[in-house]
């Protein structure tokens, strides 16, 4: 499967505790991006990374998370002491600029359910 | 007030019909514009991109881009029942994120 893979696919926690997210970009691609999706919205920007640089971090985004791509590769994000209102779909995208084009290609993304 | 606003339906529509699916936006800075099905509990997926105003065609899709009004549309002709999802417009600047509409959600029945 050449696409953007993440795991887990879902996850349940209880609030308070820490969770973790990995994506694995597809291998050509050098920017990653992490959305978040709440039932009956569009995705939300979270961060993203070109190559293992962080470029951009949305104002919204709690202190309690935190993104790293080590190497420029596979990608991590961290939720610290999570809250009921994290609850969400947690979507990673990755996508290769060319000549000023972008498209982004979303993985299946992973459900957090915080109880 | 949203950077992009989308209708979020619920739109039903008999197969066969023909489906129109619209956003406006209120950035000038926007430069490219997307469209992507999504599936229930699934990543969205790429449909559609344009880079300029105007009308691109892929098979029984077409997507308009009217940069003077702020507002884009998805055609979908001869629907199918496959077609239903919720459908996605998503608007970019020159480098970086995306920022998404709301949503439509299409049900195409039989």
């Known amino acids: 499967d050449t696409g953007v893979s993440q795991d887990p696919r879902h996850k349940i926690t209880k609030r308070g505790q820490n969770v973790t997210f990995r994506c694995d970009p597809i291998s050509e691609h050098n920017r990653l991006y992490w959305y978040r999706q709440t039932l009956g919205q569009g995705p939300e920007f979270l961060t993203y990374f070109q190559n293992e640089a962080q470029l951009e971090k949305s104002r919204l985004l709690s202190d309690r998370f935190s993104a790293e791509r080590p190497k420029g590769s596979f990608s991590t994000l961290e939720i610290q002491r999570t809250e009921q209102g994290d609850s969400a779909m947690y979507l990673c995208?990755?996508?290769?600029?060319?000549?000023?084009?972008?498209?982004?290609?979303f993985g299946s993304g992973t459900q957090l359910s915080v109880l | 007030q949203k950077e992009v606003e989308q209708d979020p339906g619920p739109l039903s529509v008999p197969e066969g019909a023909i489906v129109s699916l619209n956003c406006t936006y209120s950035n000038s800075a926007f430069q490219y514009f997307m469209w992507y099905r999504q599936y229930s509990r699934k990543g969205p997926e790429l449909l559609m991109y344009?880079?300029?105003?105007g009308n691109k065609e892929d098979g029984r899709f077409t997507a308009q881009v009217d940069k003077s009004s702020k507002y884009i549309s998805l055609f979908i002709r001869d629907s199918q029942p496959s077609d239903s999802a919720t459908y996605l417009c998503a608007m970019g600047e020159s480098g970086g994120k995306l920022i998404f509409g709301q949503g439509t959600e299409l049900s195409v029945k039989p």
């Open positions: 995208a990755s996508s290769l600029r060319v000549g000023g084009q972008e498209k982004l290609f």
């Open positions: 344009t880079y300029s105003s």
